[in-house]
Each structure stands twice: as structure tokens, then as C-alpha cells.
């Protein structure tokens, strides 16, 4: 095993807060992580199972379960891939639609002040920078990194909210099958 370890840490697994920058680095060394696991002889993939934790698992269960958003374009119809959201995740995004109810209304009632029309488009541009990057960390196809959601093209907003807003229904049909089976 090249880079691994015998009990490496899961990117992602810290739930403590992290800065954007933090959560971007995460992501790129999960999936370092998933792409040397990927190459691994089964001898290797034994001896990482020995060295992992219940979390660690479960983490690394939460990255496989994934679900597939379709769109559409001038050649047809296609998939966007994206893993289900952890319960923090989930009520991060329910933060964000508040946060973008209250920015709306902000909006509505603009303010004629120039100091606080800077400061409104400041928290605009920060709360579409959080949700680019959490579209990023949740997207399967590592072409659609933090990178390409932050440069902007190519993509209205409809499509990383679209993305959130079918894996975030997906993951709560996922919990709420477990409390059936329960």
C-alpha cells in the first residue's frame, strides 16, 4: 500500500467546523484515497479493513451511497451523480435555505445605503460560495470540483441547487426507510 497507512484518516470524518478551504482539501484527499483504493490488490484491501474503525466504515459507507440527478441539454439527457448527504450535511443545507429566504426578503427590501448594499452582496456571494462548495464535496464526477462551480460557467444556479435539493430528498427517503424497518 504506497500512501496508506494501517488506520488512515477518512477525509470528511471530523465533525468538527472547517473553513472552506479546509473542506476542499478534505475532498481532495478523500478522493486520493478512493482512487488508491481502487488500485489495490485484495491482500492490500484486506489489510485496510483490519486497520479501520466502525467510523471509519460508516463514513466510507457514506461516500458509496449514491444517487443519480438527470438533466437535460440540446443533445439529450444526462446524469449528474452525487453521494447522499450525512445528517450535519442535511441540516446544513436546511441553514442555507433560511440563509437564502433572509437574503431574499434583504433583497426585496434593498437598502439604499452603499455600506449596506456591500455588506448584502458580500453575504450573497459567501452563501453561494458554501453551496458551490458542498455541491463540489458531494459530486461523484471529480470534474465538477470546487473549481468549476466557483468559475461559473457553463451552469446556472438552478443546477447546483438542483443537485442539493434531489440528494437531500433522496437521503431523507434513505432515513426514513430505516425508521421503517425499525
Not at 484515497?33 to 488500485?39: H, I, Y
Not at 444517487?67 to 443545507?93: M, N
Request: charged share 35%; net charge negative.
Amino acid at each position: 500500500m504506497s500512501g496508506l497507512k494501517n488506520k488512515p484518516k477518512i477525509p470528511g470524518s471530523s465533525t468538527e467546523s472547517v473553513t472552506p478551504e479546509q473542506r476542499a482539501k478534505e475532498v481532495e484527499e478523500r478522493r486520493a484515497v478512493e482512487t488508491e483504493v481502487s488500485t489495490m490488490t485484495e491482500e492490500e484491501r484486506l489489510k485496510l479493513i483490519e486497520g479501520l474503525s466502525v467510523r471509519d466504515r460508516l463514513m466510507r459507507r457514506l461516500q458509496s451511497n449514491t444517487v443519480k440527478i438527470p438533466f437535460t441539454d440540446d443533445l439529450g439527457q444526462f446524469e449528474i451523480e452525487a453521494r447522499l448527504l450525512s445528517p450535519d450535511e442535511q441540516k446544513t443545507v436546511g441553514d442555507y435555505r433560511v440563509q437564502l429566504l433572509n437574503f431574499t426578503e434583504e433583497l426585496r427590501n434593498a437598502p439604499t445605503d452603499l455600506k449596506e448594499v456591500i455588506k448584502l452582496e458580500k453575504r450573497g456571494t459567501e452563501l453561494v460560495q458554501s453551496i458551490y462548495m458542498l455541491v463540489a464535496e458531494i459530486c461523484v464526477d471529480k470534474s465538477l470540483d470546487l473549481t468549476y462551480w466557483r468559475d461559473g460557467r457553463g451552469f446556472n444556479i438552478d443546477v447546483p441547487m438542483r443537485i442539493i435539493n434531489d440528494v437531500l430528498i433522496a437521503s431523507q427517503r434513505t432515513e426514513a426507510d430505516v425508521a421503517k424497518f425499525r
